[in-house]
């Protein structure tokens, strides 16, 4: 369901109301941790995850580059530099 607010919602205004109600009904769950967890980290972040309605981009790719770079980093923990 949340991903269907970024197919339905055209700008940021919208988007922004849609996360706030799907908040709203993340709050009459009984699951502590979905109302103390995910609708508030959404509520604390809600202003930079509804400026993607706006602009239509996201930083994964480089997340995920960065990532890659940070797994190849701890693999080749232990080599011995070979200028040494």
Known sequence: MFRDLYRVCENYKD????ME???DM???V???P????????V?????????YFE????????KGMNNKIKVDKRMAYGYLSTDR
């Open 34 to 41: 979905f109302k103390k967890d995910v609708s508030g980290m």
């Open 43 to 51: 509520r604390k972040w809600i202003h930079p995850i509804s400026l």
């Open 30 to 32: 009984n699951v502590a």
């Open 55 to 62: 602009h239509r981009v996201t930083n994964g790719y480089t």
């Open 15 to 18: 988007g922004r109301g849609c």
């Open 21 to 23: 109600c799907w908040c």
């Open 26 to 28: 993340g709050d009459t």
